[in-house]
């Protein structure tokens, strides 16, 4: 050390010198990871000599799918996108296979009818076709041109079966073909606007190279997993991935029996965390998130307790017993010639009295009951309302819907006075 340095040498420059260099120990221990940026796969470059084949005539996809000598092909199907909600989706325009040494894109929409030598390749039982998440795929290719398909295997349930301990989740949830090649090719691919692009026109040379990229991944994807299946003790069972199509339904290889995605050995991990109970509103007593629906509430549980009027009763509910309301208040003195309307007059001006109604708890008349066979005169109709009576007619004009439902009839709304 020279004589500058130790005359200007300090113990304060000791500490401000160690905090920095704990500081920087902190943020070397715990480094961000930054964002994993992947290459876009390419079928040339995996593959440089692959050569792809575009075909627009039936004649020419005959003669090149006579030419194929492969036991295992990259299967994947695509048409034009439909943009328009509820509209049918329309039908498959391009049909892509790989195989070793050759990419076909055969664009049926182009042709006038499905080419014979594409129907047995995909009809062969011996031939595998590997794709991601191609049961939509072999049901769409019968709809359209009544084309089964067979020996058809899901890559994302043939990793979910080979590397059960890297996926999780449910068995027939599907994996996508861009994760699958990050994950086992460190590549990814190059998913835009030409995924949804206009496939039923002339293919440009980006829209080429995206259609063999995905049937040539599939490819390639099939070969690396099942080299693990292989590898494994004992080897799982081809029913667990594979399966065909015929008429538009889902069989297990080579059978009669119908088929979904089920593998008893396979571990799901543990269940998802619950969710978290929703807000409730501590003021109104209910959930936002639940609306009205016709004045109804979604959840009765929820629904607002109103409060209750002034007038009301002093009647809790839930409370075992309560009190009944007061009586109602008696009507006031209406002199000495009021005559009550439970006495009329009857033949040789003998005023009969109609006998009095037992009331209720609350003090109410209860109406008392005719005797079976007797029949009661019933009482008038009186309407809701005599507004707007028209004059002159001497009828009740009618007006429908304004019940106590919508279109359950109607009441008079006025009476129109005769005379």
Same mark, same amino acid.
């Given at each position: 050390?020279? *004589?500058? %340095?130790?005359?200007?040498f300090?113990?304060?420059?000791v ?7 704990d ?6 221990a /715990?480094p ?12 040339a470059?995996?593959s ?5 084949v ?6 020419t ?6 030419q194929?000598?492969s036991?295992?092909?990259?299967f ?11 509209n ?10 790989a ?8 664009h ?8 014979e030598?594409?129907k ?5 039982p011996?031939?595998?076709k590997a794709?991601?998440g191609?049961?939509?795929?072999c049901?769409k290719?019968?709809?359209?041109? !009544?084309?089964?398909?067979r020996n058809?295997?899901?890559?994302s349930?043939?990793?979910?079966t080979?590397d ?12 996508g073909?861009?994760?699958?090649c ?5 590549l ?10 206009n496939?039923?026109r002339?293919?440009?040379?980006? %829209? ?8 040539? *991944?599939g ?5 690396? $997993? ?5 590898a ?6 081809r029913?667990?991935y594979s ?8 069989y297990?290889?080579s059978s009669g029996v ?9 571990d ?5 965390p619950p969710?978290?109970p ?5 003021e109104?007593?209910h ?8 004045? !109804? ?5 929820t !629904?607002?307790?109103?409060p209750?009027?002034?007038? *009301? ?7 075992k ?8 208040s008696p ?7 009021? !005559? ?6 009857h033949?040789?001006?003998v005023?009969v ?8 708890a609350?003090?109410?008349? $209860? ?11 019933? %009482?008038p ?13 001497? /009828?009740?004009?009618m007006q429908a819907g ?8 109607g009441?008079?709304?006025?009476v129109?006075?005769?005379?």
């Amino acid at each position: 050390m020279s *004589a500058f %340095q130790a005359s200007s040498f300090s113990p304060d420059m000791v500490v401000t010198a160690a905090s920095s260099s704990d500081s920087q120990s902190n943020d070397s221990a /715990q480094p961000e990871e930054p964002p994993r940026v992947y290459d876009f796969y390419s079928y040339a470059t995996k593959s440089p000599g692959t050569r792809l084949v575009y075909i627009q005539n039936p004649i020419t996809a005959d003669v090149a799918i006579s030419q194929l000598d492969s036991k295992v092909l990259g299967f994947d199907l695509e048409w034009r996108p439909n943009f328009i909600k509820g509209n049918p989706e329309n039908p498959v325009a391009l049909v892509q296979l790989a195989s070793e040494d050759t990419i076909l894109l055969i664009h049926v929409s182009f042709m006038h009818a499905f080419p014979e030598k594409l129907k047995e390749l995909l009809l062969d039982p011996n031939v595998v076709k590997a794709g991601v998440g191609i049961q939509k795929d072999c049901k769409k290719l019968w709809i359209d041109h !009544r084309v089964d398909t067979r020996n058809c295997v899901d890559l994302s349930l043939l990793a979910r079966t080979v590397d059960n301990a890297r996926w999780k989740g449910k068995y027939a949830n599907p994996i996508g073909l861009s994760r699958l090649c990050e994950t086992y090719e460190d590549l990814t691919l190059n998913k835009g606007k030409i995924q949804t692009s206009n496939w039923e026109r002339p293919l440009d040379l980006r %829209q080429q190279e995206y259609a063999a990229n995905d049937c040539h *991944a599939g490819l390639v994807l099939y070969k690396r $997993l099942a080299e693990m299946a292989t590898a494994m003790s004992p080897v799982p069972h081809r029913v667990w991935y594979s399966f065909d199509t015929i008429s538009g339904m889902l069989y297990q290889p080579s059978s009669g029996v119908i088929w979904h995605p089920f593998n008893p050995y396979y571990d799901p991990g543990p269940p998802p965390p619950p969710r978290l109970p929703k807000a409730v509103d501590a003021e109104n007593g209910h959930d936002p998130s639940q609306r009205p629906v016709r004045g !109804r509430w979604r959840n009765n549980r929820t !629904r607002p307790q109103r409060p209750l009027s002034p007038s *009301a009763s002093s009647f809790v509910p839930g409370a075992k017993e309560h009190s009944p309301s007061p009586s109602p208040s008696p009507l006031p003195s209406l002199g000495p010639n009021y !005559r009550s309307p439970t006495s009329f007059p009857h033949a040789n001006n003998v005023v009969v009295t109609a006998p009095m109604f037992s009331t209720d708890a609350d003090g109410f008349p $209860l109406l008392p009951r005719a005797a079976p066979g007797v029949w009661q005169q019933p %009482q008038p109709y009186r309407p809701r309302s005599f507004r707007g009576a028209v004059p002159g007619t001497g /009828q009740v004009r009618m007006q429908a819907g304004r019940g106590r439902g919508r279109g359950r009839g109607g009441y008079p709304i006025a009476v129109a006075p005769t005379g």
